[in-house]
Structures are given as C-alpha cells and as structure tokens.
T-cell receptor, first 118, second 111 residues
Framework: DARVTQTPRHKVTEMGQEVTMRCQPI?????VFWYRQTMMQGLELLAY????????DSGMPKDRFSAEMPDATLATLKIQPSEPRDSAVYFC????????????????FGAGSRLTVL | KNEVEQSPQNLTAQEGEFITINCSYS?????LHWLQQHPGGGIVSLFM???GKKKHGRLIATINIQEKHSSLHITASHPRDSAVYIC?????????????FGKGTHLIIQP
C-alpha cells in the first residue's frame, strides 16, 4: 500500500532553532505539495514542485522558510529561525500529473509533522 | 484568489441520518476535491471531480460548475463517519494548480 512518509511526526523546539521536515513521496508521483494547518487558518498551501522543480512558493514566508527537492524521493521544508507562530501541523502530499496536463490528480497525504515552537 | 466557503461549520446528527455538506467557490476551477480528516489528524482524499457526480460506498459528491457549488452527501450515516470534511478548489489557468481549502465541516454522528 503506497504511502507518503513524513518525518518527524512530532517536533518540539525552542524559538530561533532550525527545523527541517522531510517527506518521501509515493514512487512515480511527479508533484509534491507542502501544506500547513493551524486552528485559525485551516489548511494553507506553502509550496509545490512538479518534476522536482519549484512551481509555486508564494504561500511561504521567504525570509525563514525554504523548500527543496534534492532528488525524486525526498522533499524538505526548512524553517530557520523558527518562531512560535510557526507552530502547526505540516502536511506533505504527492500526486501524479501526466505530462502536458495542468492540475494534480487525486492526492495522497502524509500523516503530517506536528511542530511546536516554544 | 479563489474563496472557498463551506457550510455548515459544525454538524451533529443521529446515526442513520442523511448528511449534506456544501461547498461554494468564487472562481472557475479545474477540479474540486473532498478530503476527510479524522480526529487523529490524518487526511484522506475522498473524491476529485470536475463535473457531475461520483459515488463511493455511502459517499456521494456532486458538482455544479455553472453555480460554482459542490455537495458531499453521506447516506445511512454512522459514528465512524465523524470527522472533519474539507473541500478544496483546484485552481485553473495561469500559474498555481495548488489547492485552496475551505475551513472544513466538523461532523459528529451520535449513536
């Protein structure tokens, strides 16, 4: 049963520390999304990649957040320095979009990484 | 930017009742997703539809593109259907094809 794997599942850190979250998308999927969920804002798109290239990261605070896909099996989301307002659950999702088409097919979500910044 | 509105925000019903959750969006889309998030936090994709109706078990999703509206129905509801149901609009045209999410509908089915 193919799944999206996210690590860590839980992270508690102090303000100012660097946080790195990792995501292993489903093998063969060519689109990877990072979302953040908070009680106040609900789910928000942070960034997404198609064939490892970043397509949209307009939802991400650029001064402290960065997202990369060093290879097809790994996506990372880094926060440096972290702040208490970054406390949220961060979800990764992957999907397959055939070449030449816009839009993602049904997405598979990871279990999320719950971040608490003290 | 697409505005996605869901109603109701909260819904409590008795086991066996027919449930309807509504979703409206402001800008044309390429597809509409329905997601289910259980108390443990995991998110499961239920449906992706761009026209008409889809059915899976006791779940039915419909979309009216002209009216920019979608509904999720649950027939013969059961306590295990208790979850947050989220609709998400997949933007069409120029640029991002990421999702814009509604705030979710918190459904509780009582035995």
């Amino acid at each position: 049963d193919a799944r999206v794997t996210q690590t860590p599942r839980h992270k508690v850190t102090e303000m100012g520390q660097e946080v790195t979250m990792r995501c292993q998308p489903i093998l063969g999927h060519n689109t990877v999304f990072w979302y953040r969920q908070t009680m106040m804002q609900g789910l928000e798109l942070l960034a997404y990649f198609r064939n490892r290239a970043p397509l949209d990261d307009s939802g991400m605070p650029k001064d402290r957040f960065s997202a990369e896909m060093p290879d097809a099996t790994l996506a990372t989301l880094k926060i440096q320095p972290s702040e208490p307002r970054d406390s949220a659950v961060y979800f990764c999702a992957s999907g397959l979009v055939p070449d030449g088409r816009a839009g993602a097919n049904v997405l598979t979500f990871g279990a999320g990484s719950r971040l608490t910044v003290l | 930017k697409n505005e996605v509105e869901q109603s109701p925000q909260n819904l409590t019903a008795q086991e066996g009742e027919f449930i309807t959750i509504n979703c409206s969006y402001s800008v044309g889309i390429s597809a509409l997703h329905w997601l289910q998030q259980h108390p443990g936090g995991g998110i499961v994709s239920l449906f992706m539809l761009s026209s008409g109706k889809k059915k899976h078990g006791r779940l039915i999703a419909t979309i009216n593109i002209q009216e920019k509206h979608s509904s999720l129905h649950i027939t013969a509801s059961h306590p295990r259907d208790s979850a947050v149901y989220i609709c998400a609009a997949q933007n069409s045209g120029g640029g991002a094809d990421g999702l814009t999410f509604g705030k979710g509908t918190h459904l509780i089915i009582q035995p």
